[in-house]
């Protein structure tokens, strides 16, 4: 099982950027992908999920409105556009997989069963 996120890198406040998360070694319509980051000091935050059978998204109210999630399902692959970039949005972000059938919330970093290596985004201001 793999997933692999790439995309991350420099970039000026109010700027974009678009990272990928490539899933192998699992079914993807059986999972749902979250996007995780964690900020130096601060704990992993959950900002974005799609489902990965019917495409539902979901995001945090930090993001809302600045961040764009998607799935390629012929390439498992999510992806997550972010625009309208700040100094605060710097960390490592993770994507992760969670079985559609957990029962806990798609954000709780313990129902995740794979984990990326994460990939780092940082905003200059």
């Known amino acids: 099982v793999q997933l692999v996120e790439s995309g991350g890198g420099l970039v000026q406040t109010g700027g974009s950027l678009t990272l990928s998360c490539a899933a192998s070694?699992?079914?993807?319509?059986?999972?749902?992908i979250t996007w995780f980051r964690q900020a130096p000091g601060k704990e992993r935050e959950g900002i974005s999920c799609?489902?990965?059978?019917?495409?539902?998204?979901w995001y945090a109210d930090s993001v809302r409105g600045r961040l764009t999630i998607s799935a390629d399902n012929a390439r498992n692959t999510v992806y997550l556009q972010m625009s309208r970039l700040k100094p605060e949005d710097t960390a490592v972000y993770y994507c992760?997989?969670?079985?559609?059938?957990?029962?806990?919330?798609?954000?709780?970093?313990?129902?995740?069963?794979?984990w990326g290596k994460g990939t780092l985004v940082t905003v200059s201001s």
């Open positions: 992760a997989a969670v079985n559609l059938g957990y029962s806990g919330s798609y954000y709780d970093p313990d129902g995740m069963e794979y």
């Open positions: 799609i489902s990965g059978d019917d495409g539902r998204t």
């Open positions: 070694g699992f079914t993807f319509g059986d999972y749902a």
